[in-house]
Antibody
Framework: EVQILETGGGLVKPGGSLRLSCATS????????MHWVRQAPGNGLEWVAE??????????YYAASVKGRFTISRDDSKSSVYLQVSSLRAEDTAIYYC??????????WGQGVMVTVSS | NIVMTQSPKSMSISVGDRVTMNCKAS??????IAWYQQKPGQSPKLLIY???NRYTGVPDRFTGGGYGTDFTLTINSVQAEDAAFYYC?????????FGGGTKLELK
């Protein structure tokens, strides 16, 4: 059974940092791209960041809204992906979902972790 | 970057009705579109990929169509459990942009 579990959320002051973690199991992690997608309260889905697999040179991509502030990484030995979020702003307040993809689909998602940016 | 625009923003439908919602891409994306369903308090669930391919386990009342810039998601004979938000997404490359969503309510 595929399982995806995010941890590391919480309340942080503007300008602060957090590291979100996503632990996975039940599938061959090396075969997949991994993403973070967020959803601000009452809003729609926003793709945030992607890290591709070894066959695709671990390439990383970011939404314009987070580029330069967020860093995605993966550890294939732990079947885990991470999102280092820095220089946080109020508008970064959201549920952050970890999800896997191939070229076609985001087929399994975690339950999400809440990040609240407030003084 | 490609912008995905969904319409309408919301719709109110009766059980048993047929409903169609739209997704428009700002550039030609071929058939590189997916559709997701999200209910309150839950993670999104994949419904359709490559514009018209139904994902495993998705009821056949859900049908996707379109190519290029204009796409549709049709639900035949809407059921009570279909009340949710629906999102389209450009797939196959970054940025994996989502549309703003359509809220489907049941009367």
């Amino acid at each position: 059974e595929v399982q995806i579990l995010e941890t590391g959320g919480g309340l942080v002051k503007p300008g602060g940092s957090l590291r979100l973690s996503c632990a996975t199991s039940g599938f061959n992690f090396n075969d997949y791209f991994m993403h973070w997608v967020r959803q601000a309260p009452g809003n729609g889905l926003e793709w945030v960041a992607e890290v591709r697999n070894k066959n695709n040179n671990y390439a990383t991509y970011y939404a314009a809204s987070v580029k330069g502030r967020f860093t995605i990484s993966r550890d294939d030995s732990k079947s885990s992906v991470y999102l280092q979020v820095s220089s946080l702003r109020a508008e970064d307040t959201a549920i952050y979902y970890c999800t896997r993809s191939d070229w076609e689909t985001f087929d399994y998602w975690g339950q999400g972790v809440m990040v609240t940016v407030s003084s | 970057n490609i912008v995905m625009t969904q319409s309408p923003k919301s719709m109110s439908i009766s059980v048993g009705d047929r409903v169609t919602m739209n997704c428009k891409a700002s550039q030609n994306v071929g058939n590189n579109i997916a559709w997701y369903q999200q209910k309150p308090g839950q993670s999104p669930k994949l419904l359709i990929y490559y514009a018209s391919n139904r994902y495993t386990g998705v009821p056949d009342r859900f049908t996707g169509g379109g190519y290029g810039t204009d796409f549709t998601l049709t639900i035949n004979s809407v059921q009570a459990e279909d009340a949710a938000f629906y999102y389209c997404q450009r797939i196959y490359n970054s940025p994996w942009t989502f549309g703003g969503g359509t809220k489907l309510e049941l009367k």
